[in-house]
């Protein structure tokens, strides 16, 4: 409880090492669990409940990176391992679509503030690669070169785009969100 500090509640049977994600309306838990994702309600947060449990594609085990879409519809995952994005329908248990990177190793990715965008980060330590994909079809969009791989994000309303690269000489970036100038 934020109000006296003590636990609420356990959650059963999630590994230590679980990937969690909030949904932006609060009303759900997402976790990784084993080759599939599970959803639980947690509107009682005493009593957290596993609404769902949805198969991840290719049965890959563990995402990287595991996020709801702005409006808590959909779940994106990205496994670093097999370079792959996999959005998938809630309410459905549908794949809406699953794309694989063709980079040497796929980095950050993060969804744009209206949901209808997903950026990724990919490529290797000398030269990386900012792609936009379109959330409902997973379509890539506009590419751009970039130094190396590193941090992703958007700002002012979603209006840019703000990547990081750069080991030896850090350094961020801000573009166009729309078209990557």
Same mark, same amino acid.
């Given at each position: 409880?934020?109000?006296?500090?003590?636990?609420?509640?356990?959650?059963?049977?999630?590994?230590?090492?679980? !990937?969690? =994600?909030? +949904? #932006? $309306? %609060?009303?759900?838990? @997402?976790?990784?669990? /084993?080759?599939?994702? *599970?959803?639980?309600?947690?509107?009682?947060?005493?009593?957290?409940?596993?609404?769902?449990?949805?198969?991840?594609?290719?049965?890959?085990?563990?995402?990287?990176?595991?996020?709801?879409?702005?409006?808590?519809?959909?779940?994106?995952?990205?496994?670093?391992?097999?370079?792959?994005?996999?959005?998938?329908?809630?309410?459905?248990?549908?794949?809406?679509?699953?794309?694989?990177?063709?980079?040497?190793?796929?980095? !950050?990715? =993060?969804? +744009? #503030? $209206? %949901?209808?965008?997903? @950026?990724?980060?990919? /490529?290797?330590?000398? *030269?990386?690669?900012?792609?936009?994909?379109?959330?409902?079809?997973?379509?890539?969009?506009?590419?751009?070169?970039?130094?190396?791989?590193?941090?992703?994000?958007?700002?002012?309303?979603?209006?840019?785009?703000?990547?990081?690269?750069?080991?030896?000489?850090?350094?961020?970036?801000?573009?166009?969100?729309?078209?990557?100038?």
């Amino acid at each position: 409880s934020m109000r006296t500090g003590k636990r609420l509640t356990l959650m059963p049977d999630l590994p230590f090492s679980a !990937q969690l =994600a909030w +949904s #932006p $309306n %609060g009303r759900q838990l @997402a976790a990784d669990f /084993g080759p599939s994702i *599970q959803i639980w309600d947690v509107t009682r947060p005493d009593h957290p409940a596993l609404s769902e449990s949805i198969p991840t594609v290719h049965g890959v085990p563990r995402p990287d990176y595991l996020l709801f879409s702005p409006d808590s519809r959909r779940i994106l995952t990205a496994e670093t391992e097999d370079r792959r994005l996999t959005m998938t329908d809630i309410a459905r248990h549908h794949v809406q679509w699953s794309v694989q990177i063709n980079d040497l190793t796929l980095g !950050q990715v =993060a969804f +744009s #503030p $209206n %949901g209808n965008t997903v @950026a990724v980060n990919s /490529g290797d330590p000398g *030269q990386g690669h900012l792609t936009l994909y379109r959330s409902a079809t997973g379509k890539t969009g506009p590419t751009a070169p970039i130094q190396s791989i590193g941090g992703i994000g958007y700002l002012h309303g979603g209006q840019w785009l703000v990547a990081t690269a750069g080991q030896s000489a850090p350094a961020a970036q801000l573009y166009d969100a729309a078209n990557l100038q």
